[in-house]
């Protein structure tokens, strides 16, 4: 185990900071964990990442590691000896993950975010329509890398969990805006079920928001315009 | 067992040259299958079929999509000679992070100063050159971004080279003013044999250039 030398720059209710400490949990790394406050941006986050000026921003021994995706698999390397793999160890395997975890951040997260940014319920529509499609696609991806078992990764979660899963919580708050199921049992019950496996896994559940909290941030972040 | 490598590309991709120059890089024989985006093919269909683009690897059948993720995979099946990641968790960690903003920053202002006019063009130049810019600090006085030899990032960036030129024309400015740095690394770079064999001519896709906005219908 690891200590003193770890910290992350972070918020409770990001998604990609959730991604860096899921994988600390996973490899039991103790870390500290600067919180930054809404609206402003300290200077340690500005220092650190100076290009984006973005969290999750990993200090590993004053070193910063920006990316939440770069994130994690510098976690997984750095800390090789510790807890299992996050990263597919065959190069095949390793693509693919990757590959996934891009069309999530790429493709679906956009799609899911223009729900909440949608003006009028045309546009809204046509972003569940997306959504749905999209989604779609990450069943497929499941059946394709899970290969019978329970996680993306195999027996354990790892970095397309990890990518995917984290939207868990802004997933439920994405339908409760829209009103609109996002995560059909009947129509992906793959991805459906994974969901909840991910969610009570013992290195994720600590992390994820609790709906309302997180609902009322999105209020905040994402104003409904005025009528 | 031989391996059965084909590339499915367009020649001015600068995203396909990144996968033929790893691939030539390694010494890997493949069969270079030049796609008509705007006829795509069944196989292109087939072997990528979510985001239906090139440049898709077919390694034994298997396709692998996306052109860095093809190039840390092809670093990672063909182990042999000078690997394009460094062993280290950080320095890997600092190579992907760069990748990752060529791929973010740099490629979106290169559309609006060939495609665009008036305001929005002069915007993706001036993006262009601050994205530059930066890439220009990390390289620093090294004479690739890993250091001594030839990587990851010296891929990602390359095939922006070769349409320096017509960026230069149409954004009406000079990146050698502005990045003298990168532009000595382009041309050591470019005489490599994988990075000469790999990129067309400059002039190819000067020419180019207005036959794709007739194309996509754009004046």
């Not at chain 2, 220009?136 to 960036?157: N, P, Q, R």
Request: glycine share 6%; charged share 25%; net charge negative.
């Amino acid at each position: 185990m690891v200590t003193g030398d770890v910290k992350l720059i972070g918020s409770w209710a990001s998604v990609f900071v959730m991604r860096a400490r899921i994988a600390l949990n996973l490899k039991s790394i103790s870390y500290e964990f600067l919180q930054e406050t809404y609206g402003t941006k300290s200077e340690l986050l500005l220092k650190s990442n100076p290009v984006h000026k973005k969290m999750p921003v990993l200090i590993h021994a004053d070193k910063p590691v920006c990316e939440s995706n770069i994130i994690v698999q510098y976690i997984d390397e750095a800390w090789s000896s510790y807890g299992p793999s996050i990263l597919p160890s065959q190069p095949y395997d390793n693509a693919i993950a990757r590959f996934w975890a891009a069309y999530v951040d790429d493709k679906w997260f956009i799609a899911l975010r223009s729900i909440l940014t949608a003006r009028g319920e045309e546009e809204k529509k046509a972003a569940i329509a997306e959504v749905e499609e999209r989604t779609d696609h990450l069943e497929k991806a499941f059946m394709e890398c899970s290969n019978g078992k329970p996680f993306f990764n195999g027996d354990h979660i790892g970095y397309l969990d990890i990518a995917l899963g984290s939207f868990l919580g802004w997933w439920k708050v994405v339908e409760l805006d829209a009103n609109h199921i996002l995560l059909d049992e009947t129509k992906t019950p793959s991805l459906f079920q994974w969901a909840e496996r991910f969610c009570n896994d013992p290195d994720v559940k600590p992390l994820m928001p609790e709906t309302t909290k997180l609902a009322e941030f999105a209020r905040k972040l994402f104003p409904k315009p005025q009528a | 067992m031989a391996d059965e490598v084909i590339l499915l590309d367009y020649w001015p991709s600068m995203f396909g040259m990144r996968t033929r120059v790893a691939l030539e890089e390694k010494n890997i024989k493949f069969d270079y299958r030049e796609q008509d985006l705007f006829n795509k093919s069944p196989i292109l269909l087939e072997m990528n079929p979510v985001h239906k683009k090139i440049p898709v690897l077919i390694h034994n059948g298997k396709p692998v999509c996306e052109s860095l993720i093809q190039v840390e995979y092809i670093d990672e099946t063909w182990p042999g000679g000078n690997p394009f990641l460094p062993s280290d968790p950080y320095q890997r960690a600092q190579a992907k992070f760069w990748g990752d903003f060529i791929d973010k920053k740099v490629y979106g202002p290169t559309r609006l100063i060939w495609g665009a006019k008036g305001e929005e063009q002069e915007a993706g130049t001036k993006e262009f050159i601050e994205m530059l810019k930066m890439l220009e600090s990390e390289l620093g006085d090294k004479t690739y971004f890993g250091g001594e030899t030839f990587g990851y990032v010296d891929i990602a960036m390359i095939g922006f080279y070769c349409w320096f030129d017509v960026l230069e024309k149409c954004g009406n400015f000079s990146i050698e003013a502005e990045c003298p740095k990168l532009i000595a690394w382009a041309k050591r770079c470019m005489k490599r044999e994988s990075v000469a064999k790999s990129l067309p001519d400059s002039d190819k896709i000067t020419k180019f250039v207005p036959e794709l906005k007739k194309k996509i219908g754009i004046e």
